[in-house]
């Protein structure tokens, strides 16, 4: 047998093996962010529910945003003691309680702060899953991987939308978040039966230093406080757009029915094709170029939302969220090439950052749709971005 015989069915066996990990981080990255983005698929529900205003709850949904950055903050002190897999398992299982309980509760402020504690369980899960990928692969196969986990983001802002308007729709509001806490249990059983147990590795990465020394060196790194902002600013965007486009969606001319408007959010299937190709976006343009370039694509993106066609609209919302899933995905990968120690402590503070940003996104968005109105909003939107842009004029391109 030749060499050329020997290698190729070892060439296939990688790429099985590729596309296997691939598939499964992505269903884990699913899993664990499923909960955030659906939610707002039912905003206009539920403002009919609690009797408060489109910025009232716009801000109560996207509470979930804060635990994601306290717990963040909280992973990248604590992080290097904790076995990642258990950690992963831990959060998920815990994330199905609060879960539950928001399918009971009438009282705006309980919801608030459920959808907070839904934050934690779904920050921790998500810094732990990020640290483990980038501690068990290569650098090649750690951007993949990390490709793989936003696509899997993605797919959680497409179907946990689609999903959650039609199961309220359909079977109500409680009935929709007891589903959620049942995708939230299999989640932790996926991990528990997937992922290997890295507590060596860990041991190996610690140094014995103060929890609050893990820390400083990232915010030390002009590259990654660039980054750090860069992530805030991203969600700061995507959660003020895809918060309040469903109100803009609802009502004339547009005029949605609610079930269609859980249909709009096939928006998000262009980004499913497009996320995954952000490692070669980055390699080939550089991660200056690369998140330009695509939040120019968001940008441009948010402008087509101004207008009163739906077709038009959708385009927009479609170029929005493949720029900003783009350009996530591109600095998520270069503060793991970046941060070549502490990774969990720089990623716990870069989903800290990104997921503040959320959190202001909506609030901020909030108080412009209620009191000036949507076009106002999307003039701050674009002034977000193109600073976004501006900052990443700083990050360099990293060596080989």
């Not at 600095?331 to 997921?355: E, F, K, P």
């Not at 609030?363 to 842009?389: N, P």
């Amino acid at each position: 047998m030749t060499t050329t015989e020997h290698t190729e069915p070892t060439r296939l066996r990688m790429v099985a093996a590729d596309s296997w990990r691939f598939g499964l981080i992505a269903l884990i990255a699913f899993l664990t962010l499923v909960d955030l983005f659906a939610t707002q698929a039912i905003l206009p529900s539920l403002v009919t529910r609690f009797g408060v205003s489109r910025a009232t709850m716009g801000f109560a949904v996207n509470a979930s945003t804060f635990g994601m950055a306290v717990a963040g903050i909280a992973v990248a002190l604590f992080g290097r003691g904790i076995d990642r897999r258990n950690g992963i398992w831990i959060s998920l299982a815990i994330l199905a309680i609060p879960t539950t309980l928001l399918s009971q509760t009438d009282n705006i402020a309980v919801f608030a702060l459920l959808r907070v504690a839904q934050g934690l369980c779904m920050s921790t899960a998500f810094t732990l899953t990020m640290a483990y990928l980038a501690e068990h692969f290569s650098a090649r196969q750690t951007t993949s991987a990390l490709a793989a986990y936003v696509t899997g983001n993605v797919a959680s802002n497409f179907f946990g939308r689609l999903m959650s308007a039609a199961v309220a729709d359909t079977f109500g509001i409680s009935t929709n978040f007891l589903i959620f806490a049942a995708l939230n249990l299999f989640g932790a059983a996926l991990v528990w039966f997937t992922l290997q147990k890295t507590s060596a590795m860990m041991r190996a990465d610690a140094t014995g230093g103060l929890a609050r020394a893990a820390w400083k060196a990232p915010l030390q790194n002009v590259e990654l406080r660039a980054c750090f902002a860069i992530g805030f600013l991203i969600l700061f965007v995507f959660i003020g757009t895809f918060t309040y486009v469903n109100f803009q969606l609802v009502a004339a001319p547009l005029s949605l029915t609610p079930m269609a408007l859980g249909a709009v959010y096939f928006v998000f299937l262009p980004s499913m094709l497009t996320t995954p190709l952000a490692g070669r976006v980055a390699s080939g343009l550089g991660p200056r170029v690369g998140v330009g370039a695509t939040l120019g694509l968001a940008i441009v993106g948010l402008l087509l939302l101004l207008t009163p066609s739906l077709p038009v609209v959708l385009a927009g919302m479609a170029l929005a969220a493949s720029g900003t899933f783009l350009a996530q995905a591109i600095a998520t990968g270069h503060v793991s090439r970046t941060a070549s120690r502490d990774r969990a402590a720089a990623s716990g503070i870069y989903l800290a950052s990104y997921y503040a940003g959320g959190l202001a996104g909506s609030f901020v968005i909030g108080q412009i749709y209620d009191r000036i109105g949507w076009t106002a909003c999307v003039a701050a939107l674009v002034a977000v971005l193109a600073a976004a842009i501006a900052v990443a004029r700083t990050l360099r391109t990293p060596a080989p």
